[in-house]
């Protein structure tokens, strides 16, 4: 079974612009969340999708959204860039069938993000 | 809320000796506990989960870690270091199951030396 994959693995940007970046989950995972992480404030928590829906969100600003599209492939947005948007940024995900135990989060290799 | 302190961003030891990661965690609720590893350039990995029921828990690659509620820790040993071994050790708590959200302590640096 394939793994999560993201792209692209490394993007340069510039203030002010937007970005999107892309994971696919393991197959037949259909929760899908993502993690900044920062040599300053570490790893830290945006958001999780669910079935196409947003269940969790973390605490950082408007200019962060998602999506999660019907064959649980998902989507992070970030809008007018700044530098401390500077980061990796990781995906995860797992089955989740709602009911049962906790279900393994299976990250990827995370996309490098550089705001210059 | 959820919250993990891991004590010291760096560990060093020797090849070969007794490898222990110190992790506490808060939580209003009864916690999943987790242990990742993170390999320079790449994701993370899972060593091992405490979910319920048994409160030692071996993990892969030797790692195991012990639960121990009255002193909210989550510690994670190996009783003999690789050089693979070394690492950025990541300590997380969620609050549910069902909740996805992790919440991850700010790492340790494990260095093996030869």
């Known amino acids: 079974k394939a793994g999560v994959t993201q792209t692209p693995r490394y993007l340069i940007k510039t203030r002010g612009q937007q970005v999107t970046l892309s994971c696919s989950p393991i197959s037949g995972h259909r929760s899908v969340s993502w993690y900044q992480q920062t040599p300053g404030q570490g790893l830290q928590f945006l958001f999780e999708?669910?079935?196409?829906?947003?269940?969790n969100k973390g605490n950082f600003p408007g200019r962060f959204s998602g999506r999660q599209f019907s064959n649980s492939r998902s989507e992070m947005n970030v809008s007018t860039l700044e530098l401390g948007d500077s980061a990796l940024y990781l995906c995860?995900?797992?089955?989740?069938?709602?009911?049962?135990?906790?279900?393994?989060?299976?990250f990827g290799p995370g996309t490098r993000l550089t705001v210059l | 809320a959820q919250s993990v302190t891991q004590l010291g961003s760096h560990v060093s030891v020797s090849e070969g000796a007794l490898v222990l990661l110190r992790c506490n965690y808060s939580s209003s609720v009864p916690p999943y506990l987790f242990w990742y590893v993170q390999y320079p350039n790449q994701g993370l990995q899972l060593l091992l989960k405490y979910t319920t029921g048994a409160t030692l828990v071996k993990g892969i690659n030797g790692f195991e870690a012990e639960f121990k509620k009255s002193e909210t820790s989550f510690h994670l040993t190996k009783p003999s270091a690789h050089m693979s071994d070394a690492a950025e050790y990541f300590c997380a708590v969620s609050a549910n199951f069902g909740n996805e959200k992790l919440t991850f302590g700010t790492g340790t640096r494990l260095t093996i030396i030869p």
């Open positions: 999708y669910f079935s196409e829906t947003q269940r």
């Open positions: 995860a995900s797992s089955y989740n069938p709602g009911h049962k135990d906790y279900n393994e989060q299976f």
